[in-house]
């Protein structure tokens, strides 16, 4: 059985001015330890999927399944569900008030995890992710590089199964960009976790993902699905060679043709 | 550090203009040093209140319903935001009757409160306490309707319960919105225990004022203003000051930022 499966997922938002389809029906399965990239123009209902993932919007029809549960079954999200996955957001989304180590800490005291265990737990983690020195610093004393770091150690310190990325470095120049995406290459392998990433660069889903879904503008669709065949580790040179460019390229028409 | 010294000399400057100007007028136009005493005459008057004991007495009774009322309001003021931020249903119920009390003008239920408390502390308390009340709780609300959407989405997507995401979420980043309505609380506190004391009762610095001005010892009079003034800034810069304790993480506890 698929690790996270998406069937006839719909979005409708009503508004006053009438309705708007978000996302048309969307299929989608990924095994465990899979990553799939979701790529589409602006406005295409990307992050919707995400968020209808994620158990932040309702669908307004369809069914997400996540390692066999029903996570939109219930009045609310369901709980267990819910546990097992995490997101990074766009802009970092840290609590300004709370240092580093509590940022990261954070999913794990709302589970009534001792101080002591959960500042261990954290600190660990800012080890691996690059912000070791950083701990007791507030998010606004950090570069918007290092703030994505401390989300991303935050969204892993609860062990999640899958790990939801809605344009995680987006706002990051080229070369932090690089340097991430070489990061959360190695963090994927390591957890195991089932990963989707809603990004607008195609290079980026390409060096990232094992499957890249293209959605159309309005309602978002699923135009084609392609699969990455390069092998991991990945390094920042695959980015040069003919092949992965051949694909970038490839995909751009694909997109280019559906809007 | 060139920023500060300026502002300190524009300070002083406007100071000696206020001054200078104020003993020019007594000194060149013929009013009645019974209306406006001289500059001179009201730091004499100032320095002997201070070395009174009566003085502090009646300061020590001010400042007590000032900060007893201000305590009673911003807990009040603090749990009512919430409740009218969180609830639609209790700010819907609610927000007629809070409506109606803040058009109120409170001034015109200080005999009435009085009349039901009596001449002492306790009246003033309630009255400072009815002043503070509204900007506490406009504060306390504003900031928990303008938490923002990502940080609910965080609470949602890690499961807090509700009190989780106040304790956590709302209430922290809440907490600047809730220290400006405290700021414009204290300083409404003071006028009303002072305006109350002027009313009714026999100690404080409201009656002290109006003491003095029925023995036309404006002098004193200004004095004993000087001596509010005094405590007034000394209560808004303790709220102030509370802003860096609490929030030193928010814009608006930066050193360079206008309010500070």
Redo the contacts between chains.
């Keep these: 059985m698929a690790d996270v499966e998406l069937l006839g997922v719909a979005k409708r938002f009503d508004s006053r001015a009438g309705a708007v389809d978000a996302l048309a029906p969307v299929d989608l399965q990924l095994e465990q330890g899979e990553v799939v990239a979701v790529v589409g123009p602006s406005g295409c209902g990307k992050t919707t999927l995400l968020r209808c993932t994620a158990g932040l919007t309702r669908p307004s029809a369809g069914t997400v399944r996540l390692h066999g549960r029903d996570l939109w079954a219930g009045r609310r999200p369901d709980a267990e569900a819910m546990r097992s996955l995490a997101i990074v957001f766009q802009d970092a989304n840290l609590l300004p008030w709370l240092t580093v180590e509590d940022n990261v800490a954070l999913p794990l005291q709302l589970r009534g995890v001792p101080r002591k265990e959960r500042r261990r737990q954290a600190a660990e983690l800012c080890e691996r992710t690059g912000i070791g020195g950083f701990t007791r610093h507030r998010p606004r004393e950090l570069s918007i590089g290092m703030r994505q770091r401390v989300a991303l150690s935050r969204a892993l310190v609860d062990s999640p199964r899958l790990l939801l990325l809605d344009e995680p470095f987006a706002s990051l120049d080229a070369i932090t960009r690089d340097a991430m995406n070489l990061e959360l290459q190695r963090v994927l392998a390591d957890s195991g976790c089932t990963g989707v990433l809603v990004t607008h660069s195609m290079s980026e889903a390409v060096f990232l993902a094992d499957r890249v879904v293209s959605l159309s503008a309005r309602p978002g669709r699923v135009v084609d699905v392609t699969a990455v065949p390069f092998a991991r580790p990945r390094a920042m040179a695959l980015q040069h060679t003919s092949g992965f460019q051949q694909l970038v390229h490839q995909l751009r028409c694909t997109l280019g043709e559906a809007a | 550090m060139r920023d500060r010294v300026l502002s300190l000399v524009i300070g002083l400057v406007v100071l000696v203009v206020f001054v200078g100007g104020w003993k020019l007028y007594v000194e060149l136009s013929d009013v009645s040093r019974f209306v406006l005493p001289p500059p001179e005459d009201v730091a004499t008057a100032t320095w002997d209140l201070a070395g009174d004991g009566d003085t502090w007495e009646h300061l020590r009774v001010t400042l007590w319903e000032i900060v007893a009322g201000f305590a009673v309001a911003s807990a009040f003021g603090v749990v009512t935001g919430i409740a009218i931020g969180e609830i639609r249903v209790v700010e819907r119920a609610l927000s007629p009757f809070l409506i109606a009390l803040q058009v109120l003008p409170k001034v015109a239920v200080i005999p009435l409160l009085i009349l039901w408390l009596g001449f002492g502390p306790s009246a003033k308390i309630v009255i400072a306490a009815i002043f503070a009340f509204f900007p506490v709780t406009a504060g306390t609300r504003a900031g928990i309707r303008s938490v923002?959407r990502?940080?609910r989405?965080?609470a949602?997507?890690?499961?807090?319960s509700r009190w989780?995401q106040l304790r956590?979420?709302d209430l922290?980043?809440s907490?600047p919105s809730i220290l400006t309505g405290m700021e414009v609380g204290i300083v409404l506190a003071t006028v009303g225990a002072i305006v109350a004391e002027y009313l009714a009762g026999a100690e404080g610095l409201g009656y002290l004022a109006t003491f003095y001005l029925n023995q036309l010892q404006v002098d004193a009079l200004f004095g004993v203003i000087v001596v509010m003034s005094a405590l007034g800034l000394l209560l808004y810069g303790a709220v102030l000051g509370l802003r860096r304790l609490l929030?030193p993480?928010?814009e608006s506890s930066e050193l360079d930022h206008p309010s500070a």
């Design positions: 923002e990502n940080h989405d965080l949602t997507t890690l499961q807090a989780q956590h979420i922290p980043s907490l929030v993480w928010h």
